[in-house]
């Protein structure tokens, strides 16, 4: 896309942990929005980018987040979210992915309304 050509991206189901075979076309813009837990982790890949963004979130609005989600779509129970919150997804958090704030250009709180962070980052990408 960086090249100004459409790209197909594989549909990944959270419901069976793979992906579906779908694909969907994604055109090119003005701007590219690139999210994921890792996009600031590889040199290669982060290097890619004008603006780097990092949301910062507490450990407990993140679980109490996750519960409502994963309860309501994905069909866990709580005990299920809170467990595998405890056992991987916070230990993996601050091994891989917390480390990486430090390569970011705009750190938001992911507890700061929406209208907020949108603000702080257009103030600085059309600068």
């Known amino acids: 896309m960086s090249e100004g050509r459409s790209i ?3 549909v990944y189901s959270f419901a069976t942990h ?3 075979g779908e694909v969907e076309v994604l055109r090119p813009g003005k701007f590219i929005i690139v999210e994921g837990l890792f996009v600031l982790l590889w040199p290669e ?3 890619l980018f004008r603006t ?3 949301v910062d979130l507490p450990d407990g609005p993140c679980l109490e987040r996750r519960i409502l989600r994963d309860v309501r779509e994905r069909g866990r ?3 299920s979210v809170r467990r595998q919150f405890e056992e991987t997804v916070r230990p993996m958090a601050d ?3 917390r480390p990486t704030r430090a390569f970011a250009d705009i ?3 992911g507890d700061n309304p929406i209208e907020d962070s949108v603000a ?3 103030a600085r990408v059309t600068m």
Request: positive net charge; without cysteine; glycine residues 0%.
């Open 77 to 79: 129970t709580p005990e």
């Open 95 to 97: 091994l891989h992915v």
């Open 52 to 54: 780097r963004i990092y």
């Open 120 to 122: 702080t980052v257009l």
């Open 45 to 47: 890949v982060r290097d």
């Open 107 to 109: 750190i938001l709180s």
């Open 18 to 20: 793979a992906r579906t």
């Open 8 to 10: 197909e991206r594989p």
